[in-house]
């Protein structure tokens, strides 16, 4: 089997998995001259192709998170969708907001998740990027080395929260064979990317960025293992004011070497205002969901901004609610922040039972002008007044599910607590009620190209 030292697979590894559907195997389909091969290998095989590669692997990771925050916003109860023939994700919009698998080609029921090779190939590139630059002894790519482990660890990440159990984790090294390998547990994916957060950890100068951006997505990933002593350690040196973003491209137009967020790709200033028109946010989805906003303006909450008001775009959108939190082109995604690593803070102290774990929340309701709180007696109150919070900070930032899953697993919610549930009368789907999925599942494209992978272990929260 050919190893993927091409120039084409390596320098617009992106263009091909991450903007169309594909499968890893694809990009190892390339036949060319062995001399042209030669040449293409010593291009890359460079300091600066390595720098261009981790380049490349950070901008797939902002298309990763871009497209994951609006597919778990749909999937879960922060946002609904609105269809619109003139959208070509439409049908994929009614599913996730239904919650139903679809079977696949190889009959599977499945729920695709739209940035599946987006992720994959970010840590791809992440990888490659190292294989590289470690040939090289110069401390001052150990900061590029480090950076290319944050990436790979916040993509599988992606996967860990968002996907079942079996995602398999296909190796595409620099300048070896592509390595199929099985479906890895929802466990060991959280375990994998912590162990990469502490590789990066052990590279970057403790005050840097980076080194902190890397101590939060630890204590991210050690939530998802249960571990919340680990969490809380991770973050302990973190101060309220460090933010981490994503920025994304203004251009109205995306143009090559751009990146939009996925609320406003478009080719045009008026779809892109259609796409965001094209979805909506509910109070109280299925019942169950989250209470986002209120029609009295007073009782707008800062942290989640809607509008009621119409603005045009090709939909009739009168008296519905769209979120505010991105608009337009430019945009910046909260990666990772001290307020994230407050709200761990608060979790683990509730976990031990130390009742200062509301000051925590209070003083960051404080600074956007909200009330206090009182703490439950019930600790499972507690907990569900944590995750409210947690909700409301992070929305629309890709961690609403994960959350979601947490609830289930470790704090022993049900899934129809949990998830929008009960009766379903959104536009244009055959169905009555809401499905039972509570996970996206890898695509169907893996049964076909990689012989090791079997399905997901299973499909629960």
């Given amino acids: 089997m050919k190893s993927l030292v091409q120039l084409k697979s390596l320098l617009t590894l992106f263009a091909v998995c991450g903007v169309s559907a594909c499968s ?167 375990a994998a990317a912590v162990s990469h957060f502490d590789t990066a950890i052990s590279l970057l100068d403790s005050d840097s960025d980076l080194s902190k951006l890397a101590h939060i997505g630890k204590a991210r990933g050690s939530l998802g293992l249960n571990n919340l002593v680990e969490a809380n350690e991770a973050i302990k040196d973190i101060a309220p004011s460090f933010r981490y973003n994503l920025v994304y491209s203004g251009t109205a137009v995306p143009a090559t070497g751009t990146i939009s967020n996925a609320f406003w790709t478009s080719t045009s200033s008026g779809v892109g205002q259609a796409n965001i028109n094209s979805l909506e946010v509910l109070a109280n989805d299925g019942n169950t969901g989250k209470v986002w906003y209120s029609r009295a303006p007073v009782e707008m909450d800062p942290r989640v901004p809607v509008t009621t008001v119409s603005s045009g775009g090709g939909l009739s959108i009168a008296a519905i609610a769209r979120q505010q939190k991105y608009i337009g082109g430019a945009v910046q995604f909260p990666l990772a922040s001290g307020l994230e690593a407050d709200l761990i803070r608060a979790e683990y102290l509730l976990s031990i039972d130390d009742p200062s774990w509301i000051d925590v929340i209070n003083n960051l309701r404080a600074t956007v002008g909200l009330g206090d709180l009182v703490a439950p007696a019930n600790k499972a109150d507690a907990v569900e007044m944590i995750f409210d919070e947690r909700a409301s900070w992070f929305y629309l930032q890709a961690t609403r599910l994960g959350d979601m899953r947490r609830l289930v697993r470790y704090y022993g919610k049900s899934t129809f607590n949990v998830y929008p549930s009960g009766p379903y009368s959104r536009g244009g789907l055959v169905t009555t009620r809401y499905g039972e999925a509570t996970v996206f599942t890898p695509d169907e494209s893996e049964y076909s190209h990689n012989y090791r992978y079997q399905g997901c272990d299973h499909v629960n929260p």
């Fill in 24 to 190: 890893l195997s694809d990009l190892v389909k390339i036949d060319q001259p062995e001399e042209g091969r030669n040449l293409e290998f010593d291009a890359v095989n460079t300091v600066s192709g390595g720098i261009g590669l981790y380049h490349t692997s950070l901008d797939l990771l902002r298309t990763s998170f871009s497209s994951a925050s609006r597919s778990v916003g749909i999937f879960t109860d922060e946002l609904a969708s609105r269809p619109s023939s003139s959208l070509e994700y439409r049908e994929n919009d009614l599913s996730l907001d239904a919650r139903i698998r679809q079977v696949n080609i190889h009959g599977h029921t499945s729920l695709p998740f739209p940035p599946y090779y987006s992720v994959h190939t970010a840590r791809i590139n992440a990888q490659q990027s190292r294989d590289i630059l470690s040939q090289f002894s110069s401390d001052s790519l150990t900061e590029y080395i480090g950076a290319a482990h944050i990436v790979e660890a916040y993509a599988i990440l992606l996967f860990a929260e968002n996907l079942c159990s079996g995602v398999p984790l296909t190796q595409v090294r620099f300048n070896r064979d592509i390595e199929y390998t099985p479906g890895f547990s929802t466990q060991e994916l959280f």
